[in-house]
């Protein structure tokens, strides 16, 4: 059942978590961690009516990958060249 899904589904999936999230290793992540909670939860919860929408849903709001996200998407914080150019 997953594994038909993960063959129909993944390529879709990874696309758009890679929009969602910016870069294609923490779009990987997030399809691989979407897809180990399905092999946990599909299996005692029943498929759910839109697979795909689930997997990119979990992908994206995954709590594991928070840290990472939050790391990989926060602006740079300023050089010392930026931070002294408005002075004069």
Known sequence: ???AVYRAESRCVL???????GGFE?????????FAAAVEQWPREGMPANPRAWL???GRFNET??????ATLAPAPPT??????GLA
């Open 1 to 3: 059942m997953i594994d």
């Open 15 to 21: 696309a758009t978590l890679i929009r969602l999230l």
């Open 26 to 34: 923490l779009a990987e992540q997030a399809l691989h961690e979407a």
């Open 56 to 58: 990119i849903s979990t």
């Open 65 to 70: 990958l928070c840290p990472l996200a939050i």
């Open 80 to 85: 010392a060249a930026h931070a002294g150019a």
